[in-house]
């Protein structure tokens, strides 16, 4: 079903999915301002576009991970009674809605790629790979399946090399281990017995080589090959090594060309997001990729654009037109950014800056006008603390344990 059957400028009916992002919300905001009709699914019982004056109305459904069968039929049904024309999935759950693309697009045009084409970009070894054919730089990557392979390589052409350790699939970078160049064949074995779990084909492991350098992030929408909108972002306040929480608007034009070289070479249509590093001498290296939404988002806040990149992509590409962030302004994720700050904090010149960029930067979740989605930010994080230690698992990896999607069939 084409985007643009219908003229642009007419109010539709939005179906968001992962109602429990930030940048979800940031979409919700920017579809209702344009004067169109938000609706939000979602299976957390918490979530912040709950609580949004800029959502109509919210439907629970089930965890995309755990019944998937039942969550497609959820969504299925909701498009059906509320005319839903375009359903945007957002956080992980677009690798469920891939699976059952042929059936939604049938009602109504589904903002995600075919879950053949979303693998091999969310998987860090296939994405490595496919960047290599398409002649794109990323680090020095290998493969990991079993605990021979770790320690022949561990031990072997890997001594006096520095290392990235992370599973194929992963997020928040909540379970990267970095191995120093200097580290023994000794201490090489011993993270493997101390950090790293058993290994196999199911559940491989990637090693890359550790590059040094300055980290970036860039946020696009897609249509069939074409970029309709981009922003790119320093690293410069994140949760450990994982989700900035920190959104400056910077112009980067080789991260641009990479991944506009990307998506025109496999027709890609949907959200996409990439980490980068960049050399002190300028050469860059893409480290993954996420096939979906992320905080970069928050880059358009304000931007009509972004509205017209999702419903009118083809008027965009006709004209040559790309949406960009418009102007300079920073946004931030107040709570985490408190503690992304202050906790990397070691010199009087770093707190002076960190004050400074605090100070200048909106929040993404706060507004007057909205103030439900500031409140409830507080019970998510409450029911995802009391979801991670019922669980054992990182206060990240709670937050999406019924979207997370590792390649299962």
Same mark, same amino acid.
Request: with cysteine; charged share 25%; proline share 5%.
């Given at each position: 079903?084409?985007?643009?059957?219908?003229?642009?400028?007419?109010?539709?009916?939005?179906?968001?999915?992962?109602?429990?992002?930030?940048?979800?919300?940031?979409?919700?905001?920017?579809?209702?301002?344009?004067?169109?009709?938000?609706?939000?699914?979602?299976?957390?019982?918490?979530?912040?576009?709950?609580?949004?004056?800029?959502?109509?109305?919210?439907?629970?459904?089930?965890?995309?991970?755990?019944?998937?069968?039942?969550?497609?039929?959820?969504?299925?049904?909701?498009?059906?009674?509320?005319?839903?024309?375009?359903?945007?999935?957002?956080?992980?759950?677009?690798?469920?809605?891939?699976?059952?693309?042929?059936?939604?697009?049938? #009602?109504?045009?589904?903002?995600?790629?075919?879950?053949?084409?979303?693998?091999?970009?969310?998987?860090?070894?296939?994405?490595?790979?496919?960047?290599?054919?398409?002649?794109?730089?990323?680090?020095?990557?290998?493969?990991?399946?079993?605990?021979?392979?770790?320690?022949?390589?561990?031990?072997?052409?890997?001594?006096?090399?520095?290392?990235?350790?992370?599973?194929?699939?992963?997020?928040?970078?909540?379970?990267?281990?970095?191995?120093?160049?200097?580290? !023994?064949?000794?201490?090489?074995?011993?993270?493997?017995?101390? !950090?790293?779990?058993?290994? !196999?084909?199911?559940?491989?492991?990637?090693?890359?080589?550790?590059?040094?350098?300055?980290?970036?992030?860039?946020?696009?929408?897609?249509?069939?090959?074409?970029?309709?909108?981009?922003?790119?972002?320093?690293?410069?306040?994140?949760?450990?090594?994982?989700?900035?929480?920190?959104?400056?608007?910077?112009?980067?034009?080789?991260?641009?060309?990479?991944?506009?070289?990307?998506?025109?070479?496999?027709?890609?249509?949907?959200?996409?997001?990439?980490?980068?590093?960049?050399?002190?001498?300028?050469?860059?290296?893409?480290?993954?990729?996420?096939?979906?939404?992320?905080?970069?988002? #928050?880059?358009?806040?304000?931007?009509?654009?972004?509205?017209?990149?999702?419903?009118?992509?083809?008027?965009?590409?006709?004209?040559?037109?790309?949406?960009?962030?418009?102007?300079?302004?920073?946004?931030?994720?107040?709570?985490?950014?408190?503690?992304?700050?202050?906790?990397?904090?070691?010199?009087?010149?770093?707190?002076?800056?960190?004050?400074?960029?605090?100070?200048?930067?909106?929040?993404?979740?706060?507004?007057?006008?909205?103030?439900?989605?500031?409140?409830?930010?507080?019970?998510?994080?409450?029911?995802?603390?009391?979801?991670?230690?019922?669980?054992?698992?990182?206060?990240?990896?709670?937050?999406?344990?019924?979207?997370?999607?590792?390649?299962?069939?």
């Amino acid at each position: 079903m084409s985007i643009e059957a219908a003229p642009g400028n007419r109010p539709r009916t939005i179906l968001l999915t992962g109602g429990r992002a930030p940048c979800t919300l940031e979409l919700a905001r920017a579809f209702h301002a344009a004067g169109h009709r938000v609706l939000v699914a979602e299976s957390a019982r918490r979530h912040l576009c709950r609580v949004s004056r800029a959502v109509e109305r919210c439907y629970s459904v089930p965890p995309p991970n755990r019944d998937k069968a039942t969550f497609i039929e959820a969504l299925e049904a909701i498009i059906v009674r509320e005319g839903v024309e375009v359903l945007i999935p957002t956080c992980e759950e677009v690798f469920f809605v891939a699976k059952g693309l042929e059936r939604l697009k049938q #009602h109504c045009f589904v903002w995600a790629a075919p879950i053949g084409e979303l693998d091999e970009l969310h998987n860090k070894w296939r994405f490595a790979g496919l960047a290599r054919r398409l002649d794109l730089s990323v680090p020095d990557t290998w493969l990991i399946t079993s605990r021979e392979e770790w320690l022949a390589y561990a031990e072997g052409q890997w001594l006096g090399e520095g290392l990235v350790l992370k599973p194929a699939y992963s997020r928040f970078a909540s379970k990267v281990l970095f191995l120093d160049k200097t580290a !023994s064949a000794v201490q090489r074995r011993e993270l493997l017995d101390r !950090s790293m779990p058993r290994l !196999s084909m199911a559940a491989p492991w990637v090693a890359q080589r550790r590059i040094e350098g300055q980290h970036l992030a860039t946020y696009s929408i897609a249509c069939e090959g074409e970029l309709v909108a981009h922003g790119a972002y320093p690293c410069r306040y994140r949760i450990g090594q994982g989700a900035t929480v920190y959104f400056e608007p910077i112009r980067h034009e080789r991260s641009l060309e990479w991944v506009r070289k990307l998506v025109k070479a496999i027709r890609f249509t949907g959200q996409i997001a990439f980490d980068f590093i960049e050399e002190e001498g300028g050469a860059l290296y893409a480290l993954e990729c996420n096939p979906r939404a992320t905080s970069g988002a #928050h880059l358009f806040e304000g931007n009509a654009g972004l509205v017209q990149a999702f419903l009118q992509p083809e008027a965009l590409q006709s004209a040559g037109a790309m949406v960009e962030p418009a102007g300079q302004a920073r946004s931030m994720l107040t709570v985490p950014m408190l503690a992304a700050g202050l906790g990397g904090i070691r010199s009087l010149r770093q707190l002076r800056g960190w004050l400074r960029d605090f100070h200048t930067a909106r929040d993404a979740v706060f507004r007057r006008k909205d103030v439900g989605p500031g409140l409830e930010q507080l019970r998510v994080l409450a029911d995802a603390w009391r979801t991670g230690r019922a669980m054992g698992i990182p206060l990240t990896e709670a937050t999406t344990i019924d979207l997370e999607w590792n390649g299962e069939p």
